[in-house]
């Protein structure tokens, strides 16, 4: 005890702003152990680009899902103010033509999203560029990394699918391969919340796959 006090005084405790203290302070509560409990924030980021160094998010778009329900009026939409644009992902997001829509700044933005998202077990599809994406936005503001668990739709559709011979597993699938898969609509395909809602509909169709193999558990989903 007294190694681990003498420990935290030299790290010296940062001055955090309150509303990540509060997001922070949210996992002080562990989550439910049964399914149907725990609430799932399923999210989307549009950005400039790739690169999660230079390029910066555009748009973050993300609704709630608990006990195999989306609640219409649980979602959650903003628009980022950047300085730059790359005329190539303009084409698919169309981001720079929703000039009406209004912007916020980035640390508006992650302040929004924090509160939004709290202690929820976070899905997403390729998870890891859009948790590296928002992990750098609050690297720039001084505040640690996201806390959330993860899921990857992508990576949870591959563990659906038969092991044979005849059926080689590709290294990913994209969602535009899942929404194919299970009859999804893409009408709002490359907006944020709507490929949010995209992946949430896929995941439903995923977890009902991965109850029906036998073995499933909430550990073993969460792993």
Known sequence: MIRSLKKWFRKGKRNYPDFWMAYAESFEVGLPETLNDIRFVVFDTESTGLDIENDRILS?????????????????????????????????????????????????AIQLALAFIGN?????????????????????????????????????????????????KQEQYSLDELAEKFDIPTTDRHTALGDAYITAIAFLKILGKLKGKGNFSVKGLLR
């Not at 899902?65 to 300085?83: G, K, W």
């Not at 720039?140 to 739709?153: A, S, W, Y």
């Open 60 to 108: 973050i778009g993300a609704l709630s899902l608990r006990n195999n329900t989306i609640p219409v009026n649980q979602s959650f939409e903003v628009y980022l103010y950047q300085h730059f644009y790359h005329a190539k992902n303009i084409a698919v997001h169309g981001i720079l033509e929703e000039e009406s829509k209004p912007r916020i700044t980035e640390l508006e």
């Open 120 to 168: 929820s077990v976070l899905v997403a599809h390729h998870a890891g560029f859009d948790r590296a994406m928002i992990d750098q936005a609050l690297r720039r503001h001084g505040l640690p990394k996201l806390k959330n668990k993860f899921l990857d739709t992508s990576a949870l559709y591959k563990r659906t699918l038969i092991a044979s011979p005849l059926l080689q």
